[in-house]
């Protein structure tokens, strides 16, 4: 039978179809082209397939970089997903690849401009004045980087077939290969008369130094709003960001929406160097100047397809496919009324035919899809166009066989072949079909096919005029009570087979049939089924024993309106034992009315005790996580009490340590003033030393609070390597030699224009150097500084020291950079320190962007080892030229208050304040230090921030609320060293900030900063 043929075909193709299925285990591949190097390529795009991965569930994403050629080829072989490409070879693979629309269009960045679109530019030596048309390039020389470009040649000839040149047939064409700025140069060099580029190239290069403007001339100059780069074209698209046609679809619609979510010039953007991507832009009109050049896919005469008829004629194929389906549906409706007719016939011939026609429209309510007629299309000349499987089953042919062939071979008996072709031409002549009547045809085999046959002539799109030929096996009524007999028979045997329960009712909800496994779940015999309500039977109350009214009932309800309802209800079994059932009802009709219902039940309990059970679970496993989240929190809250109680005491620390450390220092200056005997010299000496190494310790013991709580910012200021490398010298380079080690610096060439942070630099290298200095006693000391790697934005740096020194067992080596370790953690060790220095240079470097190491071997010295990441910027000297020159001005005679409460510190400060001959004041506290300014007039005044009374910051405050106060330079003396304490200071109204201890040379330079 028909549908016994189909689970069969289903079946059989059930494996490939399995097979056929992509595995979603493998990722997805993006396909991005390189017209940079691959490395390159994959370090600019690689964040945005990180973001990508990062928002999409399912299939991973994988980027590969590949040329045109080996994109080309990895297309044709389907082994990328997407990809990202320049529009014209998108529109190449659009026809050859049938390639979709795309998710979205990218945009670029320029400066702080985004740009979705660009141009081409031509440009000719500014002197030239013999080329000032699109024209006067007939003849001449043309430089571009490839005629395979869109932006640096086909957009140009684009504009020059405008005007009747016609490249490269009207002028020689030079192919430079990239990068661009080759043809620039070509153009330079005069061995071009005329170059090709894509906008914005002239004005990088000059941007980089490479171009003065003024040499060159754009002709044919366009301006656009919005656009701020020169252009000689029309604009176009960027690239599209494109899914293959073979591409997930569900992963597509991910990819499309995460790009067009992304943030416009946010992370993810600014590390790829684009702004985002919007939604696809309009390609057509690369397209279009694909075909104006005959450029590929169009340099050859295009074939005819059903798209290029679709496109052209899309509304006259709508209105014949309208007219076609409305014949198709007046030939189903005609079909039906005959079929009518015939049952009614068979319904006069036979009562058991009438009887038997009921138990048939029962099985068709429960499987359906029964092949029942057959149609044929056929042109005038007797070729099948068109073979359903009806017609199949009835003649043996498969629509492979038939389709194509005549029909006077397949089915018409060679002796009624005239008589068929001549009503054939007549109902094509006429367009209308002859009267429907029985019809002796023959099959496959040559056997005889009875048939009630009728026909009709519709006009078609694709074959023109088609007869269309319905034909209803008759040999069902030469054997129909067998027929109709063996149906009753298979009904009975698949209903009593099913593990499911099946019952239907009337039209009042009684029941009319029922199967076994029902009668076995409801525990009912079938005489007690049949005939009886079945809402009263046994879907009479709910679960909770209300009264189930029998309007609610979902079999009553489906009796009178006929849709179909899947619903969880509630049965009771003979035995008044209630249980869950899944229940399906679907409508029965006969003759076009509403016979009854049909229903298919089974029994849920086991699935609704597991979800009970699952719901427990749910609720349990609910309190656990809430309980957590609160132990998590008090966790959360307790480490940052832990943290804020570590900060307050490294700053109470730095300021108990720093106050009294500004005693010993500054005493320690004042007594190497008074010209000391050369013993009371060198013990000053190691009192200084020793200050200094303790200040360090301090110092480093800050720095590593700092960068661990996330406080540390980097500056981004000029760096000049040559200038680190001069203070390196100036602040160990003594030390060193004094020590009799020769001391060599080697650096390559560095570019001025570079941004970074020249003091934590200069920290790392005096770290790395000092402990080069304490582990070296013979030998030599090397610095070297190599450039190892830039972009146009970025140069890496690396600095290497170089000692001879006792060198490092390899055990020691991997916990060099940890904090508070050391190569040597004996009791008896030789050497000093914290184990900080190596521990805050490490994070450093990885705040700069950059790596550390180190090589060493006992007894043959040590190399240790960092790079750094340094923006690369144009012209710097707007940002030098701003710094100030040294500044000799004398400060005699200039008036300046110290506030400070602590008598040593004061009188240290007062001492050097008066070397350089200024006039001192002194208040003890901020309210003493208000009174005075309010009495006298002062040129600056050093604040401490710490006093009894009025600490430093309200005094500032109140100083500033004074007429005039507002002038007066205000310098914060401070032993507190971290940023929020200094960042207090300029929000109070100070002009400055100086550290406790303070060198001495530090503090005249700020005076003379604010006071020269």
């Not at 990239?178 to 894509?198: G, S």
């Not at 390597?721 to 080690?741: E, F, M, S, Y």
């Amino acid at each position: 039978m028909p549908w016994l043929a189909g689970l069969w075909i289903v079946f059989c193709l059930f494996p490939l179809l399995a097979l056929a299925a992509p595995d979603a285990t493998l990722p997805a591949r993006i396909g991005i082209l390189a017209f940079r190097p691959k490395p390159e390529t994959l370090q600019r795009w690689q964040p945005l397939v990180d973001y990508l991965n990062i928002n999409i569930s399912g299939r991973r994403l994988e980027l590969v970089p590949l040329t045109y050629p080996e994109l080309e080829a990895a297309v044709h072989r389907k082994e990328v997903d997407f990809v990202l490409t320049q529009p014209a070879h998108y529109v190449q693979l659009t026809y050859r690849e049938r390639l979709h629309s795309p998710l979205a269009t990218l945009v670029e960045k320029q400066g702080n401009l985004a740009l979705g679109s660009f141009g081409g530019v031509i440009a000719v030596r500014a002197e030239r004045s013999d080329i000032t048309t699109l024209a006067d390039l007939r003849g001449k020389r043309i430089a571009t980087s490839g005629t395979n470009s869109l932006g640096s040649y086909q957009m140009q000839a684009g504009e020059l077939a405008d005007v009747g040149v016609m490249l490269p047939r009207d002028a020689k064409v030079i192919e430079t290969g990239q990068p661009q700025d080759l043809a620039i140069t070509e153009l330079l060099a005069d061995r071009a008369d005329a170059a090709f580029v894509r906008s914005g190239v002239l004005e990088a290069m000059h941007h980089e130094g490479k171009l003065e403007l003024a040499k060159v001339r754009v002709i044919h100059p366009q301006h656009v709003d919005g656009f701020p780069m020169l252009l000689s074209t029309r604009l176009y698209p960027e690239w599209p960001f494109a899914a293959m046609p073979w591409a997930n679809e569900n992963l597509s619609r991910q990819v499309a929406s995460t790009l067009l979510g992304m943030s416009h010039d946010g992370p993810v953007a600014r590390a790829a160097g684009i702004h985002g991507f919007n939604i696809p832009g309009d390609y057509r009109t690369v397209d279009d100047l694909m075909r104006k050049l005959r450029l590929p896919p169009f340099d050859v005469v295009p074939r005819l397809t059903l798209r290029d008829l679709w496109e052209q004629y899309a509304l006259a194929i709508a209105l014949t496919a309208g007219g076609i389906l409305l014949g198709l549906l007046t030939l189903v409706l005609s079909l039906i009324r005959r079929n009518r007719e015939l049952r009614d016939e068979r319904s006069r011939t036979t009562t058991a035919l009438a009887q038997a026609t009921a138990s048939e429209a029962r099985f068709r309510a429960i499987f359906e899809n029964v092949d029942a007629l057959s149609i044929q299309g056929y042109t005038r000349d007797g070729t099948v166009v068109y073979w359903n499987h009806a017609s199949s089953l009835i003649y043996g042919y498969q629509p492979q066989e038939a389709l194509g062939k005549s029909l006077f071979d397949l089915i018409i008996p060679p002796p009624i072949h005239d008589e068929v072709r001549q009503a054939v031409q007549w109902m094509f002549d006429n367009r209308t079909g002859v009267p429907a009547g029985h019809l002796t045809l023959r099959d496959k085999d040559g056997k005889p096919v009875e048939v009630w046959s009728s026909h009709t002539v519709i006009e078609t799109l694709d074959h023109g005029p088609v007869m269309f030929c319905l034909d209803i096996n008759l040999a069902e009524q030469i054997s129909a009570e067998a027929a109709l007999h063996e149906s009753e028979l298979r009904q009975r045997l698949i209903l009593e087979s099913l593990g499911e329960g099946v019952f239907g009712t009337d039209t009042e909800g009684n029941c009319t049939f029922i199967n076994p496994a029902a009668l076995a779940t409801l525990g009912f015999s079938e005489d007690e089924i049949i005939g009886h309500n079945q809402h009263q039977l046994f879907h009479h109350h709910h679960a909770g024993s209300q009264h189930y009214p029998p309007e609610d009932c979902p079999v009553y309800q489906t009796a009178q309106d006929g849709k179909t309802r899947r619903v969880d209800e509630w049965f009771w079994r003979k035995n008044g034992e209630g249980f869950p059932v899944r229940l399906t009802v679907t409508a029965l009709w006969r003759d076009g009315q509403l016979a009854g219902t049909v229903s298919a039940f089974s029994d849920i309990s086991e699935s609704v005790g597991i979800t009970r059970e699952l719901e427990n679970y749910r609720d349990q496993l609910e309190d656990k996580v809430r309980q957590r989240t609160a132990e998590l929190e008090e966790a959360r809250n307790a480490a940052e009490a832990a943290s804020r109680a570590k900060s307050t005491f490294l700053a109470n620390m730095s300021h108990e340590i720093r106050t009294p450390m500004n005693a010993v220092l500054g005493m320690t200056h004042l007594l190497r003033r008074d010209n000391p005997t050369p013993r009371q010299q060198e013990r000053l000496a190691k009192i200084d030393g020793a200050a200094q190494h303790l200040l360090s310790v301090i110092n480093d013991i800050l720095d590593i609070s700092k960068i661990e709580a996330g406080k540390l910012s980097l500056e981004s200021v000029p760096v000049k390597v040559d200038a680190l490398l001069a203070h390196l010298d100036a602040v160990l380079g003594d030390r060193i030699r004094d020590k009799g080690l020769a001391f060599n610096i080697d650096a390559t060439p560095f570019p001025p224009d570079l941004m970074g942070d020249p003091t934590r630099i200069s920290q790392c290298l005096i770290n790395y150097v000092g402990n080069a200095l304490k582990f070296t006693d013979h030998g030599h000391i090397t610095v070297r500084a190599r450039i190892v790697g830039q972009t146009a934005t970025q140069l890496v740096a690396r600095f290497e020291i170089e000692d001879s020194g006792i060198g490092i067992a390899p055990e020691a080596v991997g916990g060099l950079f940890s904090l508070f370790q050391q190569a040597d953690n004996s009791t008896t060790r030789k050497y000093g320190g914290t184990g900080l220095g190596l521990a805050i240079t490490r994070r450093l470097v990885d705040m700069m962007g950059g790596k550390t190491g180190v090589e060493s071997e006992p007894g043959r010295g040590s190399r240790f080892w960092f790079t750094v990441r340094l923006a690369k910027i144009g012209d710097i000297s707007a940002l030098t030229a701003a710094e100030p020159a040294s500044n000799t001005t004398s400060l005699t005679g200039r008036t300046v208050l110290v506030v400070e409460d602590e008598p040593i510190n004061r009188e240290i400060a007062i001492e050097l304040l008066q070397d350089f001959g200024l006039i001192t004041d002194i208040a003890v506290t901020g309210r003493e230090a208000l009174e005075r300014v309010r009495r006298q007039n002062f040129d600056l005044i050093l604040m401490d921030m710490q006093m009894p009374e009025m600490d430093g910051i309200e005094a500032t405050g109140a100083i500033r609320q004074l007429p005039g106060g507002h002038q007066i330079p205000i310098i914060a003396m401070t032993a507190n060293a971290f940023n929020d304490d200094r960042e207090r200071c300029l929000a109070a109204g100070m002009n400055d900030f100086i550290a406790k201890p303070f060198e001495p040379d530090a503090l005249i330079a700020k005076l003379r900063q604010y006071l020269g």
